[in-house]
């Protein structure tokens, strides 16, 4: 009986060359918990991330949450701490003014919240001349103005 030759085992290639494509830059949206239903700024609203860490002591408030993602580049999120569900945020006769894309999202809560301008002012003042704006959840009554009592939106973007 002849013995076959032994096979020599193949050593594996680690040469090998990658090639790396460059992607679009991602980012995380900046998310903020509103936990109140004052309309009041006493944190600290340079950016969502200060807000965070120094809220003023009392929770963080829609206006507050605003203002700091008008202040931290690219489109924020602001949700709603579930103790809210069914409040009513009486402003203070005062637009809540959005310079960027944003989304107010309160469709975690089981019952909506209000957003009541007691018709002293608009309610949501959009300017943001390319952002969108999205609202999901909210009640909007009360506003008062000549051009958008409710939401004003002046974007090329689009509003849902």
Known sequence: MSKKPRRKRRQPNYATTHNFQALEERRLLANVAVGNNLDIV???????AALIT?????GVSLREAISAANNTAGADGVTFDDSLSGETI???GTDLDINDSLIIDASALSTSITIDADDQSRILNFTASTGDLTIDNLTITGGSSAQGGGVFFD????LT
């Open 42 to 48: 006493n944190g600290d609203t340079s950016s969502i």
């Open 90 to 92: 009486l402003l203070n």
């Open 155 to 158: 974007s090329s973007g689009t």
């Open 54 to 58: 120094d809220d003023g002591g009392d």
